[in-house]
């Protein structure tokens, strides 16, 4: 009999879910919880080439999960009969204490919430959507995959900040690293796709957050956010790289609290900060009706990706391959196109044909030429949070 596992993606508004056979790598249902704690929430859940959207209020992350479970009630999978073995929950930070996925109990539930500080925006939803899900599952074993774990073992000079030793300690200040997942998962695809284990690679997950990381051999030498997943490139509503002076000016100067200026860091900066919008489709589709803000917010946007992979072709003393993953990496053909288009003095040479076809799965988008390989791989972390999972609860 098949078996399956419940991946549960908890973020800071939304619950994203997928029922898996580790196996086959089949997902056999998946959804999206979205706007929780806005006036009207929605799920969409797709179950057997169907997909039913519901819009209901959904005031919290509790609320969202049993919403999901309702909705696989109503339209399908039975998940009694789905021969669920393990439900899988992305943790975003894990700190110094969670270096590899676990078996979640109690205690280490208390332990993930603990981290909280350290990531105020994610790790409250993982914590509730944890504790909701050990209620709804109580006889399955839940597994926590964190996405900082890839990074746990970063050189010191690179998850060290020019800080203060006694305080860093004793608030626990290093750079963590997010996007593990996606960034051990991709970085994977692109070695067992080229046949190489010895690559110099530079990943670029650009989603809604959006890290770089730079990866020898299989291990990552460096990544772009920090201690949360404020610091780094420009994303969809987070400034990345910032003065952090303009903080102790906003207090003093804007007499702006600490929690306002973390949300205007946090949710009201970045590509909506710029032009007043986060999703990249339709920065897009203004830029290209020629809105100034627009076309200098996807300017910025390239600016510091150029700037990281030429930092990291620094860091890693070489470049064979550059990746581009996730929603915008793996669909903004224009923005690949612009990024890499500045590059030419790394040897890189977009196929441009390549580039602006839509195709699935890994390709190449650079020419056999180009002295830096250059792929766009379609990342999975869901996948790779329920073959961890299963892994898991078999050893
Ligand atoms: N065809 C496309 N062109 C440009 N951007 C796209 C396209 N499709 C999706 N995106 C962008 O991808 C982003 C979301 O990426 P995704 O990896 O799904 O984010 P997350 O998992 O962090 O929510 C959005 O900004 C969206 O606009
Ligand atoms: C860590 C992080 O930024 O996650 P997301 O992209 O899901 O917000
Ligand atoms: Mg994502």
Redesign the pocket.
């Known amino acids: 009999m098949s078996r399956t596992v419940l991946v549960i993606n908890s973020?800071s508004s939304?619950i994203k879910y997928q029922l898996i056979d580790p196996d086959s790598g089949e997902s056999l249902s998946s959804g999206v919880v979205e706007r929780i704690g806005e006036e009207s929430g929605r799920i969409t859940h797709k179950y057997a080439g169907e997909k039913h959207t519901l819009e209901a209020p959904v005031p919290d992350h509790e609320v969202g999960l049993r919403q999901v479970i309702a909705a696989c009630g109503k339209f399908g999978p039975d998940l009694a009969a789905a021969g669920v073995v393990a439900v899988g929950h992305r943790v975003v930070q894990g700190g110094s204490r969670f270096d590899k996925a676990i078996v979640l109990d109690e205690a280490s539930t208390r332990e993930i919430a603990e981290l909280i500080p350290l990531a105020p925006l994610h790790n409250p939803a993982n914590v509730t959507g944890i504790r909701t899900a050990l209620e709804v599952f109580p006889d399955i074993p839940h597994v926590a995959i964190f996405d900082t774990a890839f990074f746990s073992d970063m050189p010191a000079y690179a998850s060290t900040y020019a800080l203060d030793k006694d305080v860093a300690e004793r608030y626990k200040i290093r750079r963590y690293g997010f996007h593990g997942t996606s960034h051990a998962f991709v970085s994977r695809e692109v070695a067992r796709h080229l046949g190489r284990d010895d690559l110099k690679q530079i990943v670029l997950h650009l989603?809604?957050?959006a890290s770089a990381s730079a990866i020898d051999s299989g291990h990552p030498i460096d990544t772009s956010m920090g201690m949360t997943p404020l610091e780094g490139l420009m994303m969809?509503t987070r400034t990345g790289d910032i003065d952090p002076a303009i903080a102790f000016h906003l207090a003093r100067v804007g007499h702006m609290r600490v929690g306002e200026i973390d949300s205007l860091f946090n949710e009201r900066s970045g590509l909506k900060g710029v032009c007043g919008h986060?999703?990249?489709?339709?920065v897009?589709e203004l830029a290209a009706a020629g809105q100034a803000d627009a076309r200098l917010a996807l300017d910025i946007y390239g600016h510091r990706i150029r700037k990281y992979i030429g930092s990291y072709a620094a860091a890693l003393n070489g470049l064979d391959v550059i990746t581009f993953t996730?929603?915008?990496g793996e669909?903004?053909s224009d923005?690949r196109r612009e990024v890499l288009e500045g590059l030419s003095f790394l040897g890189i040479e977009l196929d441009r044909e390549s580039n602006a076809q839509r195709t699935d799965g890994i390709r190449a988008i650079s020419t056999p030429a180009s002295k830096v390989t250059v792929l766009v791989v379609p990342t999975n972390e869901e996948l790779s949070i329920a073959r961890q999972a299963a892994e898991l609860i078999e050893s």
């Open positions: 973020g939304s989603g809604n957050g969809g986060n999703d990249m489709r339709e897009r996730a929603g915008v669909n903004d923005l």
